[in-house]
């Protein structure tokens, strides 16, 4: 399984990005899928969640309201709209793949993805 990150780039504050993520798998809906960041001199942490049927989502406290995750099962590809952003968003962000039993759970933890993209910079200017 190969997940390709898309989107990034140099984006002005209050601006806005969407990141794409494509994963190689005809079975996308068995996925839970997550996106991550990791800004400079900072551990990687989870930015928003998404369980297999899209039905469920979580979002970081920092981003809520202003980011949206969402899915398409046809296309295998995750998206994560941003809206808003602000130079403290600036980080790589990585999108996670868990291959999941339950179709209304997300996860949290990044040490319970199984598959992870190569990242995509994303740069907000002040």
């Known amino acids: 399984v190969q997940l390709q990150a898309s989107g990034g780039g140099l984006v002005q504050a209050g601006g806005s990005l969407r990141l794409s993520c494509e994963i190689s798998?005809?079975?996308?809906?068995?996925?839970?899928m997550g996106w991550f960041r990791q800004a400079p001199e900072k551990e990687r942490a989870l930015v928003s969640g998404?369980?297999?049927?899209?039905?469920?989502?979580y979002y970081a406290d920092s981003v809520k309201g202003r980011f949206t995750i969402s899915r398409d099962n046809v296309k295998n590809t995750m998206y994560l709209h941003m809206n808003s952003l602000k130079p403290e968003d600036t980080a790589v962000y990585y999108c996670?793949?868990?291959?999941?039993?339950?179709?209304?759970?997300?996860?949290?933890?990044?040490?319970?993805?199984?598959?992870w993209g190569q990242g995509t910079l994303v740069t907000v200017s002040s």
């Open positions: 996670a793949a868990r291959n999941s039993a339950y179709s209304g759970s997300y996860y949290v933890d990044e040490d319970e993805y199984d598959y």
């Open positions: 798998t005809r079975t996308f809906s068995s996925y839970a």
């Open positions: 998404i369980s297999r049927s899209g039905g469920k989502t």
